[in-house]
T-cell receptor, first 113, second 110 residues
Framework: KAGVTQTPRYLIKTRGQQVTLSCSPI?????VSWYQQTPGQGLQFLFE???????NKGNFPGRFSGRQFSNSRSEMNVSTLELGDSALYLC????????????FGPGTRLTVL | EDKVVQSPLSLVVHEGDTVTLNCSYE??????LLWYKQEKKAPTFLFML????IEKKSGRLSSILDKKELFSILNITATQTGDSAVYLC??????????FGQGTTLQVKP
């Protein structure tokens, strides 16, 4: 069974631009969660989607948004990029929500110049 | 506020040593505790623990959970250089989000 895939793997943007990241979960998984990983803050939860509904959201500004499609694929969007948004963005999928094992994709490395 | 604390933050050992990594937590409506290994890329799943006192084992790695004292340990015996990585502990409450600890960076020297 194929793992979680994320595209693109690397991105370089400038301040003020917008970016969209994509995540395809493991086949059959309906829950997708997004995390931001930085050296200073570690892994921080962004949001979780289950059956196309946002179930939970972390403490990030409204510039960070996401959605999930009927095939469980998910996208994350960051508008008006800031230097501090440079990070590894990880997507994780699980079969169910709430306590199920989450399997991570390879991540998208975003650099904001 | 929910939190997960790992110790030590970093550790240097030699091949063949045994290491114990610690994870303590405070989470509302605890459901599960997970251990991941991260080597310069995505975290890879090691164990999921939901019940106290039941050891999970995979090769040289094992883990156990104490829900009364709110902590877990990850043991690695006969360490190898390939065990060098960041080990992450995460806890799940009543929502789908995982709360991660800071991670323990393990370096195994030949």
């Amino acid at each position: 069974k194929a793992g979680v895939t994320q595209t693109p793997r690397y991105l370089i943007k400038t301040r003020g631009q917008q970016v969209t990241l994509s995540c395809s979960p493991i086949s059959g998984h309906r829950s997708v969660s997004w995390y931001q990983q930085t050296p200073g803050q570690g892994l921080q939860f962004l949001f979780e989607y289950f059956s196309e509904t946002q179930r939970n959201k972390g403490n990030f500004p409204g510039r960070f948004s996401g959605r999930q499609f009927s095939n469980s694929r998910s996208e994350m969007n960051v508008s008006t990029l800031e230097l501090g948004d440079s990070a590894l963005y990880l997507c994780a999928s699980s079969f169910r929500d709430r306590g199920d094992t989450q399997y991570f994709g390879p991540g998208t490395r975003l650099t904001v110049l | 506020e929910d939190k997960v604390v790992q110790s030590p933050l970093s550790l240097v050992v030699h091949e063949g040593d045994t290491v114990t990594l610690n994870c303590s937590y405070e989470v509302t409506n605890f459901r599960s505790l997970l251990w991941y290994k991260q080597e310069k890329k995505a975290p890879t799943f090691l164990f999921m623990l939901t019940s106290s006192g039941i050891e999970k084992k995979s090769g040289r790695l094992s883990s156990i959970l104490d829900k009364k004292e709110l902590f877990s340990i990850l043991n690695i015996t006969a360490t190898q250089t390939g065990d060098s990585a960041v080990y992450l502990c995460a806890v799940s409450g009543n929502t789908g989000k995982l709360i991660f600890g800071q991670g323990t960076t393990l370096q195994v020297k030949p």
